[in-house]
């Protein structure tokens, strides 16, 4: 079955310190791998993406995330977190195929603390 | 990037009542568009696959009849709930694929039924 597992359901992280967010799937065919962020009551906003290339992708905002085929997984960091970052990270896998929606995971809830 | 509106951004409707959210590509052509339902603090879960010209094709157990989908041109897709009841209530967003099944995310629509 296709699938996207966020094994952290909320994680709480000091301000300027380092982030790692898990994400791991379960896809038939070559993934399209996403991260996105939503802020309260707002839509998501695409941090990054990874199609094919380079396995550590940059995105916005000072994110990168690693693609390792291996592990079935595709972590998102950044070194140094701000408390703007606090907000709701969605991992999402999808197809190449026209029509194929993604297929998202529960999300992780970032908090930073002072 | 592709932009995607969406309107009304909330809505308050009464029980019995029918409500329809727009959802609009601003700067591209979109011939698939997706349709997601968020309840508080979870994911997103896809509730049909609007194609241009085309019947919508619908996620299982998700009723046709009650969320009516109409994708009447490249850049509109309409999704209306019929005879609204509390239940329905909800965050809705819509998406439209661009190439490699990237999609850009609406800013969502909150349905409040009273």
């Known amino acids: 079955a296709q699938s996207v597992t966020q094994p952290d359901i909320h994680i709480t992280v000091s301000e300027g310190a380092s982030l790692e967010l898990r994400c791991n799937y379960s896809?038939?065919?070559?993934?399209?791998l996403f991260w996105y962020v939503q802020s309260p009551g707002q839509g998501l906003q695409l941090l990054l993406k990874?199609?094919?290339?380079?396995?550590l992708v940059q995105g916005i905002k000072g994110f990168e995330a690693e693609f390792k085929r291996s592990q079935s997984s595709f972590n998102l960091r950044k070194p140094s977190v701000h408390w703007s970052d606090a907000a709701e990270y969605f991992c999402a896998v999808g197809s190449n195929q026209a029509g194929t929606a993604l297929i998202f995971g529960k999300g992780t809830t970032l908090s930073v603390s002072s | 990037g592709a932009v995607v509106s969406q309107h009304p951004s909330w809505v308050i409707c009464k029980s019995g009542t029918s409500v329809k959210i727009e959802c609009r590509s601003l700067d591209f052509q979109a011939t698939t568009m997706f349709w997601y339902r968020q309840f508080p603090k979870q994911s997103l879960m896809l509730m049909a696959t609007s194609n241009e010209g085309s019947k919508a094709t619908y996620e299982q157990g998700v009723e046709k009849d009650k969320f009516l989908i109409n994708h009447a041109s490249l850049t509109l897709s309409t999704l209306t709930v019929t005879s609204a009841h509390p239940e329905d209530s909800s965050f809705y967003i819509c998406?439209?694929?661009?190439?490699?099944?990237?999609?850009?995310f609406g800013p969502g629509t909150r349905l409040t039924v009273l």
């Open positions: 990874y199609f094919s290339g380079d396995t």
């Open positions: 896809y038939g065919a070559t993934p399209y």
């Open positions: 998406s439209a694929r661009v190439v490699r099944n990237e999609q850009f």
